[in-house]
């Protein structure tokens, strides 16, 4: 196995070594207005008139093979301050566009929208993707990896979408100072995406396969400049909070809490592409609560980071790893204490070296007798070839002035543990190869064996073929304290095959199997796990899809555990446990106001039981004001006694209703009944200016039975981005 390591190392660097840019000859020149862009979606100034127009855009979806049906123009310019961009998005057919909300950072699918990717570095790795959809809800997010776009970052600038009976514009101002690009270059990497629900189709500025993102970098176009963009100048951002709040714990019979807290966000520009931010009693109460889940698993669940300070060029540090192998996951930090202050420096140095820098500091919980901790991280990253690059990692968490304690009732922590790690990251240069190899060493008090893991992939991507390995090995003495590892001391295996069908009828636009095998051995190659999997998946025209699937597992139980996670007995260490399953997944059309998704399971479980599992989605949308999701899960385990029958029902109604594109509300009430709780969450968020906010938040728990409060609260939070 250690052999197959090697190989997909060496494959890798072979491709890695080809160079040229796909679509190096879409060049959009931009000139230096001469006067003054009015933001208001009417296309009437000169500097407008005078610029030049990228069009006769390429179909994507549903067919990559010709040009693009609906109409698209764009035009760019700029001034010292800002980047100005105006799309000018026709109708290719009647009736009103398709959105779900006002919502920022909308969902790519479910919305008629216009998107810029630009490549500020020309690397084809990194970037900004600015956007709205037809109703004027904005979008805008971090690329990295060369074609993923993460919404959770969020920045000043701004922009109107006005509609008319044949189209509808965006025009949008972009500040110098909300971006980062490599000082003295002439040369962006750019691309526009356009996706109109009515005909359904997807279309870029640039050809980009059908397999691919039209997000995908290593397909940009150029944007010329006709100077380099000037440096940003002083640019210095501060960001206070003010925080008032109350709450009442009814479980533990406490007094009424009441909160007043000030914090402060500073960002500071370093460099045009090197920023600092520093942050001083950070307060995240705004942030959407995780979607619950019925855990039925045996390892720790995954959810996922949304806290903003942790975002930009987050990448570096969270993206490091594998969805399961992961030496840094951000919110480990402030789980259990809270955060007093931290500082990140992040970004490029030049155009092949990217770095991020983290310090963190925590603060002491007397009740857990939990000590005052450091967080620090640093990640270097290296471009080489075409579009692949090396990096390293360094994780450190320390306790500060921590001495072990005698008594045995009290928790013990670790003094230290720290990780470091190394990093091949494969994307050739027209993308059909892209891959992974990682070595990680974790370093802790106690001296622990096998305490080293690594990994490799390598994935092949084609319209009608798919192939993909994986290979994982985590030594049992692997710990990473920050990091997301719910698993040691195994030997993973992970071949995937798929094809696609493209036939010529006008219902069915592709259709074909998708075959996977999973497999995990002990260190000394006996089999513990395998899931192998068979799927076949239908791409309707229309945008619905349709998947059916069967599947065979086994498991031989390293641990005690209760099949239910509902703290009934547990199935005993080396039981072993075969059954086979099916199942469905169905997503309706997204043009409907009524929408529709559901999946199903049925088959075998633990201990010759059997599990029906059941969820859904039903949405309904006034656009652009109101979007109403209801959504629902069900599992039925049948197992021999101690367990017999088991229910656990999980209900999610949310309501969000956008009365512009600037005040949100939204509603989120959750049942769980496997944790035997209720909770409502509800959030009013006022954007008086650009990256200024106002927010109510109130949270409720309840049991079910009776409805009786668990506990509440209430916050009322004030942001003001300042700029120095």
Known sequence: MRLLFLLFISTGIAISAYSQKKNEAFQLPIQKATGVIKIDGIVDEADWLQSATASDFYMVLPMDTSKAKVRTEVKMTYDDD?????????????????????????????????????????????????????????????????????????????????????????????????????????????????????????????PVPRQFPTAALAFSGSLVWDAPPKKAGVNVSVIPYVLGGVSKDYEKNTSTDHRGEVGLDVKVAVTSSLNLDLTVNPDFSQVDVDRQVTNLDRFELFFPERRQFFLENGDMFNNFGYTTIRPFFSRRIGLSAPIQAGARLSGKLDKNWRIAMMDMQTGKVAADALPAQNFAVLALQRKIFARSNIGMLIVNKESLNYDLPADPTVPVYSEFNRNLGFEYNLASSNNLWTGKALYLKSFSPVKAANDYTYAANVQYSKRRLSLSGQYEYVGNGYTAEVGYVPRKNFVRVNPQVGYLFFPSGKTILSHGPKISTSIFFKPDYKQTDSESFFAYGFNFRKLSTLTVWVANNYVKLLSPFDPTNSGKDSLATGSEHRWNAWGTEFASRPQRTLTYAFSTRYGGYYQRGTRLFFTGDIGYRVQPYVSILLSASYNDIRLPDPWGKSTFWLVGPRIDVTFTNKIFFTTFLQYNEQRNNMNLNTRFQWRYRPASDLFIVYTDNYLPENVSVKNHSLVLKFTYWWNL
């Open 82 to 206: 800002n980047l100005y961009l105006v799309a000018i998005c026709y109708h290719a057919l009647p009736g009103p566009y398709i959105v779900e909300s006002l919502r920022r950072d909308f969902s790519f699918g479910k919305n008629d929208n216009f998107l810029i990717f630009m490549d500020t570095f020309d690397d084809q790795t990194n970037g900004f993707s600015f956007g709205a959809n037809a109703a004027g809800a904005q979008w805008d997010g971090l690329m990295f990896e060369g074609g993923k776009v993460d919404l959770n970052w969020d920045n000043k600038w701004t922009s109107v979408v006005k509609n008319y009976d044949d189209k509808w514009i965006f025009e949008a101002a972009i500040p110098f100072k909300t971006i980062r690009y490599k000082n003295g270059i002439t040369k962006w990497g750019i691309n526009f995406s356009r996706l109109d629900l009515k005909t359904t189709e997807k279309s870029s500025w640039t």
